[in-house]
């Protein structure tokens, strides 16, 4: 099963609330998805997850596929049960993944040939493999498999490329052998407006449960993903998900919001924790910096999350200049609730009718 | 304020249970002090600390001097504070990591010269700073600094360690100017009984709030560390605490607690989780092997720990193998589960009369 309803219209932008139903329950929109590549949001657990006020997460075809591989997944009870997430899981199909992971890999009209960034070995990732995959791990919300070519590609290229997509994306719907879950097709033209209407077109022929906006974020002009983003989303259905993949920074997701997109996900919160880069309110913290050495506030003094409310900036900084595991247990935590109050008052501001000005506090925002 | 109470003595051996009281609560003993070198177990929040049954900590003084600084801690309010630590800490005087980790140091009257293991810079630990620095950090239990020599040092070397070791627990109690926590004097004089009977007189006459056996444990015959805690644990005063330093696997724990041991320390349960191996009822368990790749059990169908109550052996088996951090997390809280649970089940048993049957179970376990 899969529904999408709108709850609420914005009357200044496009930005819309929402609830998607899945079989494993209702995510409101517009809805963050925290990456969970391997089966897990790295460091932090499944009630931590919900706690932090996120109902859906993403994992990946190509990864899961790789280890510990989808058919042990499939007899093991599916991926909910495996890494205990009640929620909703979408994945995606691993076309991204094995153009930008393995150095070895082909594009030929039926599929993908790589090796395994991890042992060498030989794989072939057609269409109906990337469905199989996913059906067996049991997302929620599936994508088609998509060729995602560099965004400096020439016109011509991007061209014949969403061509295969398109091809790709009905080999994807033809494949399908579940109907308990949704099957997302996945806009694709590169920086190209004309391009992305094909591709769009083509794909709403085809018709999908919803719609993602795939290949931006990966080295175009920010300015650029934000306007083909408010281009693309304004080509698709009004009453279909929307979904702008690996979007990306608290403004950038603003920004979509407003131009009416429903789902993100990104690597930002948890992969800049790794680092010890933080989103607090008054911008941008990076934790190994000297000066928070003896500093006895929290992180960000207006933050209600378990680290801020527990943690000094000394304490947590002390942790991560030895390298200590709790230490990305604790920024994770941090960046995950700093996203997840984003969605929210993303949200509530659009029930309230005060979105726009939420869109000039995130503008003048140094987190972005 | 420090305080022992002694509840029941065994009829059978030197095991009793009791009552430790600092200034931050109550420790039932014999009590397991989970291993926070640098202000944090591994992984684990202090929140998780407490539901997994521990009521103390030890830290080390050697590494809060050199990361953050005792004097930071004590300016960020103290250790409790500073880790979020409600409940006792207590601290290695620096003494054996000095010796063990340090490249350069050289032993003298005063105190040891040493260069930092992390940056090379030059220090002069005495047993004047071993105390600043536990006093500074707060600890509830605080050790006076010892010297630890190789257990395969002659019988003359170890005697003159010893009167070393004498002389710096003088003045570690002279050095004191807290009266709000416990000071313990450490036993050495090797694997020779006589020494170790010198040793632990010339601390009585001085007298400690507590005694420690230290020296053990450091590559000598497992049967001889037995011995020796059996013999040493004797010499001690009934009415002090006895605390056996960097004990160790389950069955020497319960063959020390026979012995009239009081207090455990040691990386056991939490290190083997780093590693992938994990106590269980019925033996060891190392979680890499491939045997484990598609099996739906827990790691151990009699724990209930929140990893064996959500997680299948091929999750977390799939988490290690991919080096993902909630492997750590899940794995030291099923360790340090099974070790919380073994002292209870000392404590129940010697509470009960039934504490030799609990030797039983241990010497034909698997585990040690």
């Known amino acids: 099963m899969y529904n999408f309803e709108i709850s609420k219209k914005d009357s200044s932008t496009s930005a819309r609330t929402g609830v998607i139903t899945t079989a494993h329950g209702k995510v409101k929109t517009p809805a963050f998805m925290p990456v969970a590549t391997l089966g897990t949001v790295k460091s932090i657990t499944p009630e931590e997850l919900e706690e932090l006020g996120f109902s859906m997460i993403i994992s990946n075809a190509y990864h899961l596929y790789l280890r510990p591989g989808h058919k042990e997944i499939k007899s ?14 979408a994945t995606d199909s691993g076309g ?14 039926d599929g993908i040939v790589f090796q395994s960034h991890l042992d060498g070995s030989e794989h072939f990732l057609t269409p109906k493999l990337s469905i199989e995959i996913q059906e067996h791990v049991g997302s929620d ?19 014949k490329s969403l061509e295969l997509t398109t091809r790709w994306a009905k080999l994807c719907k033809e494949s399908r052998t579940r109907d308990d ?11 190209f407006t004309d391009l992305r209407k094909k591709s769009a077109e083509q794909l709403m022929e085809i018709d999908f449960d919803g719609y993602s906006i795939g290949g931006l974020g990966i080295g175009e002009d920010p300015e650029k993903t934000h306007d083909l983003i408010d281009h693309t989303a304004a080509l698709l259905p009004q009453d279909k998900t929307r979904y702008a993949m690996g979007i990306g920074n608290p403004i950038d997701i ?16 948890t992969r800049n924790a790794r680092n010890g880069t933080l989103f607090t309110n008054t911008g941008k913290l990076v934790i190994k910096n000297a000066q928070f ?26 942790l991560y200049i030895c390298k200590e595991i ?5 920024l994770t935590m941090h960046n995950l609730n700093f996203f997840g109050n984003l969605m929210k008052s993303i949200r509530s501001s659009l029930e309230d009718g005060n979105f726009f000005k939420l869109i000039k506090k995130y503008e003048s925002m140094e987190v972005n």
Chains 1, 2 share one sequence.
């Open 181 to 191: 879950n949704a099957l997302f097709g996945i806009v694709q033209g590169g920086v």
């Open 293 to 318: 050495t003896n500093d006895s506030d929290p992180i960000d003094k207006d933050c209600g999350c378990y680290t801020c409310k527990n943690y000094s900036r000394a304490y947590v900084r002390h």
């Open 141 to 159: 919300i599936m994508m088609c498999l998509d060729e995602c070519p560099p965004y400096s590609d020439d016109y011509k290229s991007i061209d």
């Open 254 to 269: 603003v920004r979509a919001a407003a131009g009416g997109v429903d789902l993100f996900d990104c690597v930002i919160p």
């Open 326 to 330: 709790l230490a990305i247990r604790l």
């Open 96 to 109: 991204y993944q094995v153009l930008s992971l393995s150095k070895k890999r082909k594009i030929k009209e």
């Open 76 to 89: 093991l009870g599916g991926l909910h049960k495996f890494m205990n997430w009640k929620n909703s899981i």
